[in-house]
């Protein structure tokens, strides 16, 4: 009997952890997300996230609204100034005015960034220059030109 005790807590303290250790890296509550694009024009992002819903979560989206799928989407981009021009069951776009640097001259400069989910697939374009990163939390650093004259 004295061992039932400490056995029955590690099966309960295991029930508790597995179920949160086999959660995908990609997924922010009900939302899955697939693919980040990120596109630069200047200091200027164009940001593209390809999702998918939970099951039943299209319905209650579609009946209440979808302020809480853009906040879900705004915290795994970790834009703090990232403003949502489409939000739709399974894409959004976002603007971000001051995602990189300019340091005149047509030079800009893109920080390294860090997600708040793992995409599967990160595509990021800027006149010059692109990457792509698989199974990615981030991004890193690099500088462009502008296309303006």
Known sequence: MRWSHPVLLVLLLAGLAFPVLAAEGNRMGYVSFHEVRIRLLDERARIEVDYTLDPGMSLIILFFGSADLQRKIERSLKFPS????????????????????????????????????????????????????????????????????
């Open 82 to 149: 990232a403003k949502a021009e489409e939000v739709g069951l399974s894409h959004a776009v976002f603007t971000v005015d001051h995602a990189a640097e300019d340091y005149g001259d047509r030079a800009y400069w893109f920080p390294a960034h860090s997600f708040g989910v793992t995409f599967p697939l990160v595509e990021v374009k800027a006149p010059g220059y692109s990457q792509s990163f698989t199974t990615a939390r981030g991004t890193t650093e690099f500088g462009y030109f502008g296309d303006r004259p």
